[in-house]
Nanobody, 115 residues
């Protein structure tokens, strides 16, 4: 079992920055990959960024160059640095961990970007 808790969401003006954190606990040694997803009202949940155990990262096209995903070496905390935020980035952001083919989710944190 892996438990995930997000923090760092909030209200920010367009062009501003936020940093999200995801604290992982439990069987974190079994985690193969971690990622951030988001879900805006009336839309499907979508992948924002992902980081693998190798350190390889990938990003949604819409956030490339503006967001940066990282994690601690101990894999117990993952971050999403969000810069140049746009109103269309407004969503609930969820932390995800994949451990032995099982996906785990955090409870989500709201990010609201005002124009």
């Amino acid at each position: 079992q892996v438990q995930l808790v997000e923090s760092g969401g909030g209200l920010v003006q367009a062009g501003g920055s936020l940093r999200l954190s995801c604290a992982a606990s439990g069987r974190i040694s079994s985690i193969n990959a971690m990622g951030w997803y988001r879900q805006a009202p009336g839309k499907q949940r979508e992948l924002v960024a992902r980081i693998f155990s190798s350190g390889t990262t990938n990003y949604a096209t819409s956030v490339k160059g503006r967001f940066t995903i990282s994690r601690t070496n101990a894999k117990d905390t993952m971050y999403l640095e969000m810069n140049s935020l746009k109103p269309e980035d407004t969503a609930v952001y969820y932390c995800n961990a994949l451990a032995r083919s099982v996906g785990y989710w955090g409870q989500g944190t709201q990010v609201t970007v005002s124009s």
